[in-house]
């Protein structure tokens, strides 16, 4: 399982240093990552990735595979793009994941397909997994969600599939209306969009995994974890002790089988 947690621009340094020592901390002693049954992962904003690196090293938690992810990347490697990250730099930095086409940077920055999909081929040419964020806008019949979100998959991953790229995909399932909500999608919702995801992803070249997000925490993982490989966490693992719980259970649902 994968599970981790996108700060957004929720904190500034210090309060992302001081979230990650403690996440760190309970990651480098969790019975579950310790056994590789999870691996945690953290996308803080770009200028804290070299001292999050640092502090997963310190803690113990990097050699214990938890990985630093950015929010974004440029599709171009090196030029004139003023304020853009390119994948070989976060590469260099020792970021292993890259959140792509996230619902936010659609609606606000003008995201859409086709930069998405040129932002998923740079990262696989430079070993970083895509967080290629998937879904549908409004609340409605799982069919339909389930449609809409392959064909966003499929538009998201021709160029690289043209381009004959492999390597890891983490699909993150984030159903539009229930990212910053009080609650997560139902779980016969998720479980049904995540689930045909998954079987979808699984017929094409990638190594791929399907990771729900959108207001989820602890409690969640053990109604959707036969449909998802993870969980992609934001305001409710705000509080580490959350991250933590989901850490349980985790280990529960192995112990369990
Ligand atoms: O990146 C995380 C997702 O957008 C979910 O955020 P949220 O749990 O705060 O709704």
New binding site residues.
């Given amino acids: 399982m994968l599970i981790g947690?996108?700060l957004?621009m929720y904190f500034g340094r210090a309060r992302t240093l001081e979230w990650t020592r403690a996440v760190a901390a309970i990651c480098a002693e969790h019975p579950a990552v310790r056994r590789g049954l999870v691996e945690p992962f953290v996308?803080p904003t770009f200028p804290s990735i070299p001292d999050v690196v640092t502090v997963l090293q310190e803690t113990g938690a990097a050699d214990a595979g938890m990985l630093v992810g950015a929010q974004d990347l440029h599709w171009e490697d090196a030029g004139a793009f003023t304020g853009e990250v390119s994948a070989p730099e976060l590469a260099e930095h020792g970021v292993a994941l890259a959140?792509i086409g996230?619902?936010?940077r659609r609606r606000m920055f003008g995201e859409t397909d086709a930069t998405v999909a040129r932002k998923v081929a740079a990262a696989l040419r430079h070993g970083i997994a895509p967080v290629l964020?998937i879904g549908e806008e409004a609340a409605g019949d799982h069919r339909a969600a389930a449609a809409a979100c392959i064909a966003q998959l499929d538009a998201s991953v021709a160029l690289a599939v043209r381009e004959g790229l492999t390597g890891r995909l983490v699909v993150?399932y984030?159903p539009v209306w229930?990212?910053?909500?009080p609650e997560?999608a139902g779980e016969e919702h998720i479980r049904a969009v995540a689930g045909a995801l998954r079987a979808h992803a699984a017929a094409g070249p990638f190594d791929a995994q399907v990771i729900y997000?959108?207001?989820?925490?602890p409690g969640l993982l053990p109604r959707i974890a036969d449909s998802v490989d993870g969980m992609?966490?934001?305001?409710?693992?705000h509080d580490p002790a959350a991250f933590g719980a989901i850490l349980d259970e985790a280990l529960a649902l192995e112990e369990d089988r």
């Avoid at 992609?232 to 693992?237: E, H, M, Q, Y």
């Fill in positions: 947690s996108s957004k996308i959140e996230h619902a936010e964020c993150a984030e229930a990212i910053g909500a997560p997000g959108g207001s989820a925490g992609f966490l934001g305001r409710f693992a």
